[in-house]
């Protein structure tokens, strides 16, 4: 069998993506925390005051980076549902359901920060414009892939229920991305641009690009750390969870098995 | 009409839901008056100063429906379950997109068509002027179907669960919160004075969108369910 | 040092949003640890359940 596919359905094993994940998470989390400070450094500190906005615009600094992993999560989430709808492959079932906390999570903060950028700026703390309401039902998304996903007591068949439940929504990620360009919005159009200049200062967005990869670094630590839970629970009967948690045992209790 | 082919399945099904539903015609109204509940609450809450309830008229009547229609939704499939008609019907060897179709739209006439006939009652009971009462049922004539379409996805996901009501409305509801915008959009739209023909057109494309894809995406959300 | 708090008058809503985004991290850090350890904690359970049940 050719390497490649060798080493691709190893990965997929559930003991080895435990240790291979349990290897790979750490440093992630470490290098995301570094990346992070230096671009809050750069954020709050070194670069300059907005001539129009002052300080104010300094949200912008975990706005847009948490803005765009909400996005970023739910397509990694939707592509794990898709090949686990598809090939039933049980590494993406736990993938994706691992994914949808940490989606909720960001965009749950650039709803909050959103918000909190808007008061000063807009002189309210919310509108209902295409753009945030487009990101809340985002959010309503996310609750309800986890709410059907802890519904149903079978682990396999309720992920393969609320992957489905991820593709049907999957529908609402480009309209929070173009809603600025399709409706007239209160929200500002896009600035930064991948392809293209951006409209954004150089002092202002290499404290931006910096956040954004350190928010994507966090985030894959995140799903591998929820994933190695995620596959003890699956696996909780077979003999390599067993170990694991009779190795983790606190001294004083469990004996060994026999 | 030939017993075993497609066509004879699908008739059967649409003639045994009818009847099942006829036997329990009074339920039929339950829709109808959780409906008109909803709507005489809005002037006992702001005042019935004609003004104020004539600006939410059309936004209040939607959600009326809308509402009644989610909590008409659980019907879609629970009898079958319970009785094990819904395993016999992912079984049989007619296209299931196609027989979840025809329950569907049964469920439509037996529960979104009372409301629809309702509408203007309560339109009325909320001062909408009557120029706009007209795109008011063009827009929930759309509407309602697409919302009974996007609900049976839903449903079919959540079958058989015991207490899934507010499980169903969590996932249903950003699925309806297109719908709602443009519908009632395109009413809001009518009394400014504004063009309205574009979120008509829109909830059309959806409902043309919903005609084919929903049936389909039911069936494999059942298969996922039963499984 | 006060000029850097104050942020021209919008410190309250910067310190605030970035306070947010570190506590939600934060918890999407610490939440996989404890679901880690009561997941193994429940395996242990079920492990010893099944002994006493053998043992007779």
């Known amino acids: 069998m050719n390497p490649f596919l060798l080493w691709f359905h190893k990965i997929g094993s559930p003991p080895t993506f435990y240790r291979i994940a349990g290897r790979i998470a750490p440093w992630c989390l470490g290098i995301g925390f570094v990346l992070g400070a230096i671009a809050l450094y750069g954020g709050l500190v070194v670069a300059p005051r907005d001539y129009q906005q002052g300080d104010a615009y300094r949200i912008i600094f975990v706005h847009v980076p948490c803005a765009w992993m909400s996005l970023f999560a739910y397509g990694f989430m939707a592509v794990n549902a898709f090949i686990a709808l598809v090939w039933r492959i049980k590494l993406s079932e736990i993938l994706a359901m691992a994914s949808a906390p940490i989606g909720a999570a960001f965009t749950f903060i650039t709803l909050v920060t959103g918000s909190l950028w808007g008061k000063p700026m807009w002189g309210t703390y919310w509108t209902w414009d295409a753009r945030l309401t487009s990101e809340l039902v985002l959010l309503f998304l996310y609750f309800g892939v986890i709410g059907l996903y802890y519904a149903i007591d079978d682990r396999r068949k309720a992920a393969r229920a609320a992957a489905f439940l991820a593709l049907i929504g999957i529908v609402n990620v480009p309209i929070v991305h173009f809603s600025v360009n399709w409706w007239n919005t209160l929200h500002q159009g896009s600035t930064v641009r991948l392809l293209g200049p951006s409209k954004i200062s150089g002092d202002m967005v290499w404290p931006l690009l910096t956040m954004a990869l350190a928010t994507h670094i966090w985030f894959f630590a995140s799903v591998l750390a929820r994933s190695r839970v995620g596959l003890l629970e699956l696996d909780s009967g077979k003999d390599w969870a067993r170990d694991i948690a009779l190795a983790d045992a606190p001294r004083d209790t469990v004996t060994a098995h026999g | ?227 | 040092m006060a000029d850097f708090f104050a942020m021209g008058g919008y410190g309250a809503y910067i310190w605030v949003s970035y306070a947010v985004f570190l506590i939600v991290l934060a918890i999407d850090a610490i939440a996989p640890r404890l679901g880690r350890k009561r997941v193994l904690a429940e395996i242990r359970g079920k492990l010893k359940r099944q002994q006493t049940r053998k043992t007779p």
Not at chain 2, 78 to 104: M, N, T, W
Not at chain 2, 129 to 144: E, F, G, N, W
């Open chain 2, 1 to 227: 009409m030939k017993p075993g082919t497609t066509f004879a399945a699908c008739s059967a099904l649409i003639r045994r839901d009818l009847t099942l539903v006829w036997r329990r015609r009074g339920d039929t109204l339950n829709p109808i008056l959780f409906a008109l509940i909803v709507v005489a609450l809005f002037p006992l809450a702001l005042g019935p100063e004609p003004e104020n309830l004539r600006r939410i008229a059309a936004g209040v009547v939607f959600v009326a429906l809308l509402l009644s229609g989610l909590l008409a939704l659980d019907t879609l499939f629970r009898g079958d379950y319970e009785d094990g008609s819904l395993e016999q019907l992912v079984l049989s060897p007619h296209p299931l997109a196609l027989l979840l179709f025809c329950k569907i739209a049964v469920h439509w006439l037996t529960t979104a068509l009372p409301l629809l006939i309702v509408a203007p009652l309560l339109a009325e009971m909320l001062n909408l002027p009557h120029a706009i009462l007209p795109v008011l049922m063009a827009s929930l004539a759309l509407a309602t179907p697409l919302l009974s379409l996007i609900g049976a996805v839903c449903v079919a996901l959540t079958v058989g669960m015991r207490r899934s009501g507010m499980l169903l409305a969590l996932l249903v509801l950003p699925l309806y919160v297109p719908v709602l915008i443009f519908g009632a959009g395109a009413c809001n739209a009518a009394s400014a004075g504004l063009a309205f023909v574009a979120p008509l057109l829109w909830l059309s494309a959806g409902l043309v969108l919903a005609l084919v894809l929903a049936p389909l995406a039911c069936a494999a959300a059942l298969k996922i369910s039963l499984s």
